[in-house]
Every structure is written in structure tokens, then in C-alpha cells.
């Protein structure tokens, strides 16, 4: 794949600051969902939902900032981990100071292994097949999600399902006609005029939340005394190994496109810093960190692999850590708004996974096929389990169990090393050509 901007480049100066909005954009929803719904159904007393959403900012910030410039060195959006966010809500009856030890510890581990170089030996089990497959599995594993953006917008089910289909439509049409800069930020403008003509739609829609300070602390409540509980950390433990899942193969995904030969070194720099990070994140009493493996979609819809069009929406997500008003205008879009763009990109998403697929040797016959449809099916199973299944089994294995992007990724491990490894050799993990200026 083409890029307009490499790696290293720096895109001209309104193009960057654009491309920053659209990063910036992505970003954001996943922090206000995931901490809205920490500080509404997780452990009674574990946060002020506005003090804990400028926490979470100002930790994504920096976790953005430190991977770009000192971790992998790639354009990979990072926010809070869904992984983690099930081993909370798994545990009802936990003490939030308990939480927050699990979390700092856990950060600790995968940075002591991240330090200790045995990451590194990881990669070798991301072949071609494996990391086409984290990337289908993707767009597959967040169907449910979008399934609830588009239906729970304040408006009817069906429009809101008609609304999303008119603006996907409409956003892969203009990507067609469309080229440039236009073109590269196609998301962040859909997301503008998609806010707009919702609240044009539906006026009863909730806009931003009244009374919230301009400016505003956050700087209380810090982990500054440990609290044990085995059962706890043997749960976190698990979800940590699986957030490092989550971590290589987000990684692995976008060295694919980047193929410059340093993927052992950027591999064991950026689960470091995500450790450290995750460290930071117990400290400071809030939901752990990871590098999301979305990013590869909206890569491949704007075709700009630069990672310096990160900054500007690390620097704005650090300025909206200390804006409580901010925190309350950005809340006001629609979630039927961030449905769309997000089945925009997961398009994209598709269509990189499948393009990593077909170079090389493709599939490798049936038996290749099997081993990229099984852990699709099987991660699409377990994503629309019903809740009270997953509820049902051991807190112990749940957070893995009741992960449908884990559960296909260590499925398609499963049969890429093991069940079918005898039929030929895996994969190469080489990767999609370097970006051009």
C-alpha cells in the first residue's frame, strides 16, 4: 500500500494540525464511553465521573506522546483498554483502592517482561495469516458495539439504523470522488456535519453539560497505599496477559505497513511503555491503557502513516484533561455520529486485512482458510453471547473468556501453531510497502 506521508514525514502545517483533529476525534469516544461507564455501573464509590474522564485524558495523552517519540514509533491511537474494563465490571464487590493495586501491578509485570526482552520472542508467532486475522477480527469483534451506537441515540431504533446507513454511505462515497487533504480527513468533517445534521434531526438530543468549570484540577485520590486481594490480582493477571495480546498484535498490525525491519525493537519498546503507562494509571486510580488496533483502519482510510500527525491530538487530549467545559462539549455527539464514522473505518479495516491476506501465499488453501474463518466465527460467537452467560462463568476466566477479540486471537494462535502448523510452514510476517511522501 501507497502511502502520502511515510513514517517519518511531517505532513504541511494545516494538513498536520487536521489530520491531528481526526486522530483526535477517533480518540475520544472510547474514553468518554468506557469512563462514563466505569463511573456508572463499576464498584460503588470507585470515582467523580468528571474528575476520572480528566484523569483518563491526561494519561492518554502522555501514554500517546512517550509511544511516538520513545515507545514503538508508530501512528497507533491509544485509550483505555477493554480488557481491563471487563476485569472491573467482573468485579462488583471489589474495593477501588484493591482495583487500582491490581492495575499498578500489572503494569509493572509487563513492563519487568517487556524490560527483560521476552516480548520480543512473541513476535514470531504474528505471521502473516495471524496479524491479517487481528485485523479482520477487529472490525468483527466491534459489531455489538456499533449495533448499540447507532440504535441508542436518543431517536427510534430504525432511524437511528437509517441515519448511520445514509452517513457511511455518503463518507465512502465522498472517499471515492474525494483526494488530498480533503480526503484525509474525511472522518473528522463526517463527524462535524454528522453531529450537526442529528441535532438538526432530532432536537430533543442532549447537548453539553451544563455548569462545568473552564478550567479544573484533577490532581486527588492517588494510589499512594497498596491493597491486596489474591482472588483480585489472580483475575487482573489474567487480563493483563490478555491486554499484552491485544498490545503485540496492535503493534504487529501497523508494523505490517510499516515493514523497515525494526519490528523485535519497536515490539519491546511499546509494551515498556504501555506497561509504565498502566503503572501510571493504577497510581493515578484509573482504567489501564492500551494501543488499539483500530488504528490501521484509519491508516488505510487516509492513507497517511506519518506518526507525527499524532501530536496534535496528544496536545489536545493534555489541554482537555484540564477543561471540565471541554469534557462537556465533546459529550454532546451523538453516539449514532460515532457509530457511522467508526463502520467508515472498520471498512477500511476490512479491506486491509484482507489485503495483507492476499499477498504472499494468500489463505494457503483450506486448511489456511480454516485457520483465518475459525477464530473469526468463534470471536463473533463469543461477541454476542448474552450477558448473563458470560456472567455465569468463574470472574477467574471471564475476562478472557468474555473477550471476543482475545478469544479470536488466541484461537487463530491456536491453529496457526498448532493444529495446522504440520501442513506447511506459517506465514511470513512481512509486511505492505513503506509510505511515500
Given at each position: ?36 461507564i ?47 474494563l471487563?476485569?472491573?465490571l467482573?468485579?462488583p ?54 449495533i ?12 437511528g439504523?437509517l ?26 468533517t ?5 453531529t450537526v ?7 430533543a ?37 490478555a ?47 492500551v ?23 496528544a496536545?489536545l ?11 462537556g ?86 491453529l ?22
Amino acid at each position: 500500500m501507497d502511502f502520502r506521508y511515510g513514517l517519518d514525514d511531517r505532513p504541511p502545517p494545516l494538513e498536520w494540525f487536521l489530520l491531528g483533529l481526526q486522530w483526535f476525534a477517533v480518540a475520544v469516544p472510547s474514553i468518554i464511553i468506557i469512563g462514563k461507564i466505569i463511573c456508572t455501573v463499576g464498584p460503588a464509590g470507585a470515582c467523580d465521573p468528571l474528575v476520572y474522564l480528566q484523569k483518563m485524558f491526561f494519561v492518554a495523552a502522555l501514554f500517546m506522546l512517550v509511544q511516538i517519540f520513545r515507545g514503538h514509533g508508530l501512528p497507533l491511537i491509544v485509550g483505555p483498554s477493554t480488557v481491563i474494563l471487563i476485569g472491573i465490571l467482573s468485579s462488583p464487590g471489589a474495593r477501588p483502592q484493591a482495583l487500582h493495586t491490581a492495575i499498578l501491578l500489572g503494569g509493572l509485570m509487563l513492563a519487568v517482561l517487556a524490560w527483560t526482552g521476552l516480548f520480543g520472542k512473541v513476535r514470531r508467532l504474528f505471521t502473516r495469516r495471524v496479524v491479517a486475522v487481528v485485523l479482520l477480527l477487529i472490525a468483527f469483534t466491534l459489531t455489538p458495539t456499533i449495533i448499540r451506537l447507532i440504535t441508542g441515540g436518543g431517536a427510534e431504533p430504525r432511524a437511528g439504523v437509517l441515519f448511520a446507513f445514509v452517513m457511511s454511505l455518503a463518507m465512502l462515497i465522498l472517499y471515492r470522488l474525494l483526494g488530498g487533504v480533503w480526503r484525509s480527513t474525511l472522518i473528522l468533517t463526517a463527524t462535524v456535519a454528522g453531529t450537526v445534521a442529528w441535532h438538526f434531526l432530532f432536537p430533543a438530543a442532549r447537548g453539553p453539560v451544563p455548569g462545568a468549570a473552564l478550567f479544573s484540577s484533577f490532581f486527588t485520590g492517588f494510589t499512594t497505599a497498596l491493597a491486596f486481594d489474591p482472588g483480585l490480582l489472580a483475575a487482573f493477571l489474567v487480563c493483563f496477559l490478555a491486554l499484552a495480546v491485544n498490545d503485540i498484535g496492535s503493534i504487529e498490525s501497523m508494523n505490517v505497513f510499516v515493514n523497515d525491519g525494526d519490528r523485535g525493537g519497536r515490539l519491546r519498546r511499546g509494551v515498556l511503555v504501555t506497561g509504565l503507562t498502566n503503572l501510571a494509571a493504577g497510581f493515578l486510580g484509573v482504567v489501564g491503557q492500551v494501543n488499539y488496533s483500530l488504528s490501521p483502519g484509519i491508516v488505510a482510510s487516509s492513507r497517511c502513516l506519518s506518526r507525527h500527525a499524532l501530536v496534535p491530538a496528544a496536545l489536545l487530549m493534555l489541554a482537555v484533561a484540564f477543561s471540565p467545559a471541554a469534557i462537556g462539549v465533546m459529550e454532546a455527539v451523538p453516539p449514532v455520529v460515532v457509530g457511522s464514522a467508526m463502520l467508515y473505518i472498520l471498512c477500511a479495516q476490512m479491506a486491509a486485512g484482507i489485503m495483507v491476506l492476499t499477498e504472499g501465499e494468500g489463505a494457503g488453501g483450506l486448511n489456511g482458510g480454516l485457520v483465518v474463518g475459525i477464530p473469526l466465527l468463534v470471536a463473533v460467537v463469543v461477541a454476542f453471547l448474552p450477558a448473563g452467560i458470560v456472567e455465569a462463568w468463574p470472574p477467574v476466566i471471564r475476562p478472557v473468556a468474555g473477550n471476543s477479540f482475545v478469544m479470536g486471537v488466541l484461537a487463530v494462535l491456536f491453529l496457526e501453531h498448532g493444529l495446522f502448523r504440520a501442513d506447511g510452514k506459517p506465514g511470513g510476517t512481512g509486511g505492505g510497502k513503506g509510505g511515500k511522501a
